[in-house]
């Protein structure tokens, strides 16, 4: 069984910056995919950032609304994904959802997910 704990949420200022951490057991994340999603009050959730293996250069996806202020990145030897988050926008504001894929490839099925972690980004 596969669990994700997402920590790092909270409230920041408009173009503030947070860390979130993922946290996973029941699989080593270093063989698939990891993602983060979000999902805003009222929205569909949506994508935000992937990783793919070490045997494929750790390469990373970005929606394009976050390229360029936001990173994601794991710790194999912790198991843990992070998500970096610079400069946040008030628009943001969103429960951050991290997601195990079902392999090490870009797109996949992300088939376990956490509880979310929120980020409240104030204006």
């Known amino acids: 069984q596969v669990q994700l704990v997402e920590s790092g949420g909270g409230l920041v200022q408009n173009g503030g910056s947070l860390r979130l951490s993922c946290a996973a057991s029941?699989?080593?994340?270093?063989?698939?995919?990891m993602g983060w999603f979000r999902q805003a009050p009222g929205k569909e959730r949506e994508f935000v950032a992937a990783?793919?293996?070490?045997?494929?250069?750790?390469?990373?996806y970005y929606a394009t609304s976050v390229k360029g202020r936001f990173t994601i990145s794991r710790d194999n030897a912790k198991n843990t994904v992070y998500l970096q988050l610079n400069s946040l926008k008030p628009e943001e504001t969103a429960v951050y959802y991290c997601?195990?894929?079902?392999?090490?490839?870009?797109?996949?099925?992300?088939?376990?997910w956490g509880q979310g972690t929120q980020v409240t980004v104030s204006s």
């Open positions: 029941g699989r080593t994340i270093s063989y698939y995919t």
């Open positions: 990783i793919i293996g070490p045997w494929t250069g750790s390469r990373t």
């Open positions: 997601a195990a894929g079902n392999s090490n490839s870009y797109p996949t099925d992300f088939a376990f």
